[in-house]
């Protein structure tokens, strides 16, 4: 049995531009949502509000969930399980020192985000956005009783759409 890496994202949409980070990893530089893994004693979305901080600058409210999705590393055979929630812009510190192995924030629209499929770190991605955009939308009520995530792991996994 391979493990599940439990993440979290934040698509975060200004005025139809989406908020991406261009990172280092897998040997490539690939482009994907801000986001990470949830910390001991954290929500997911105070995971979101903190990840997209740290990996861009910016500063977010995180807002509702969009969706679960679980990908699984072609090569690898690795699962990513990621919460996916939208989150409300509100500023950028163009100062700010970025996580190690970010390059850089990115502002991409839909139209621009299908032309770097090849880029994308996943196709968890762009799934992700398209069903934001189609007002795609799973209950929070999905993870009552569940905290923390990480020790309820299987049952996510049971509600999880496969990308």
């Not at 901080?53 to 977010?60: F, N, R, Y």
Request: aromatic share 6%.
């Amino acid at each position: 049995m391979y493990s599940t890496d439990l993440t979290v994202a934040a698509v975060v949409d200004l005025d139809g531009r989406f908020l991406l980070v261009e990172e280092e990893a897998m040997g490539r530089k690939v482009l994907g949502q801000p986001g990470g893994h949830i910390e001991a004693d954290e929500t997911p979305e105070q995971a979101v509000v903190r990840e997209t901080l740290e990996e861009t600058g910016c500063s977010v409210e995180c807002g509702g969930l969009i969706g679960v999705y679980l990908w699984i590393h072609p090569q690898t055979r690795q699962q990513y399980l990621r919460i996916v929630y939208e989150a409300k812009y509100l500023s950028c510190d163009e100062e700010r020192k970025l996580d190690e192995g970010i390059i850089a924030r990115r502002w991409a629209t839909l139209p621009e985000i299908v032309s770097r499929q090849a880029r994308l770190r996943s196709p968890a991605v762009l799934r992700c956005v398209n069903d934001y955009v189609e007002g795609i939308r799973q209950s929070d009520a999905l993870f009552t009783g569940m905290l923390p995530l990480q020790q309820n792991i299987h049952q996510i996994l049971a509600t999880a759409d496969l990308v």
